[in-house]
């Protein structure tokens, strides 16, 4: 069936090293989502890139989605302790439901001050 | 702002207890979901509604059975629970079916004894 995976599962920096996690979809996607959760709370969305190639900033955060729409990225400049927390990204099930978003396993970020 | 909220923000069960975990959004979504949130495993879909008295299976289904009698309102029930149903239980709306941002409750942490 229709999967999201996103890499790595981990990742630990120091504060002011740079984060970056992938997404990657089994199929084509008409647009892809990215979720924070801190730490004890619940995922929080971030963004939404629709067309090929788009690249989105926020603050610090960068946001990419693959040419061929199947990929896509998250980079975080200089992390800060404020960016802890499980990042996911999602796409929307192509089966034909209604409204379902296939998410990712997520990447839990740890930084160290 | 747009608030999902689930009645109880932990809760204590026995083993082979029925389960009732309610949640509430305020903002008239057509789409509804009950997702479990374990370590390693992300989020997996448990059910999810787009229209009153309407459902469909997620990917994890067995166990559950879900109720949306009113639009504002969508419970999951556990007919009878076990230990391996310990977990996070997150709820989320969605406007649409054009599939826009996901807002998520604040989660139910679930303990079953």
């Known amino acids: 069936g229709q999967q999201v995976m996103q890499i790595p599962q981990y990742q630990h920096v120091q504060e002011g090293e740079d984060f970056t996690t992938y997404c990657n979809s089994s199929?084509?996607?008409?647009?892809i989502q990215w979720y924070k959760q801190r730490p004890g709370g619940h995922p929080v969305f971030l963004i939404q890139?629709?067309?090929?190639?788009e690249v989105k900033k926020q603050k610090r955060l960068t946001f990419q989605f693959g040419e061929a729409k199947k990929n896509s990225s998250l980079h975080i400049t200089a992390t800060q302790t404020t960016d802890v927390g499980t990042y996911f990204c999602?796409?929307?099930?192509?089966?034909?439901?209604?409204?379902?978003?296939?998410f990712g396993k997520g990447t839990k970020l740890s930084v160290k001050p | 702002d747009v608030k999902v909220t689930q009645s109880s923000r932990y809760l204590v069960k026995r083993t082979g207890e029925k389960v009732f975990l309610e949640c509430v959004q305020d903002?008239?979504?057509?789409?509804m979901f009950w997702y479990r949130q374990d370590p390693g495993l992300g989020l997996r879909l448990i059910y999810f509604?787009?229209?009153?008295?309407?459902?469909e299976k997620g990917d994890i289904p067995e166990g559950y059975s879900v109720s949306r009698e009113k639009k504002e309102r969508f419970s999951l029930i556990l007919e009878s629970a076990s230990t391996n149903q310990t977990s996070m239980y997150l709820c989320?709306?969605?406007?649409?079916?054009?599939?826009?941002?996901?807002?998520f409750g604040q989660g139910t942490r679930l303990t079953v004894v």
């Open positions: 989320a709306s969605t406007t649409d079916r054009t599939n826009t941002e996901a807002f």
């Open positions: 199929t084509t996607l008409s647009n």
């Open positions: 890139l629709v067309k090929s190639g």
């Open positions: 999602a796409g929307p099930e192509d089966r034909g439901s209604q409204g379902n978003l296939i």
């Open positions: 903002m008239d979504h057509e789409n």
């Open positions: 509604s787009y229209d009153v008295k309407m459902k």
